[in-house]
């Protein structure tokens, strides 16, 4: 039989190499997929704000409109 190596706190080496790779797998997998949640989120937040947003509004509440005056009509005013 295999002789379980120990080191001072009475973990084995097996419980140790298995930390290690489970901690680096979870970091790599993090890296991808962290991303790709964090632009595909932001994205669903961002249109559902929109449409909160544009359902407040009335057609009708532009603001107020600056029209140009034509060339005539200020001839007309100078005169």
């Given at each position: ?9 009475g ?56 029209e ?12």
């Open positions: 039989m295999a002789k379980k190596i120990e080191n001072k706190k973990c084995t080496v097996k419980n140790t190499l298995g930390y290690v790779i489970g901690s680096v797998a979870l970091c790599a997998a993090g890296f991808l997929a962290i991303p790709k949640a964090l632009l595909y989120i932001s994205g669903k937040i961002n249109k559902s704000m929109v449409k909160k947003s544009n359902a407040k509004k009335a057609d009708d509440d532009w603001g107020p409109v600056i140009r005056k034509s060339p005539e009509e200020h001839n007309e005013g100078d005169q």
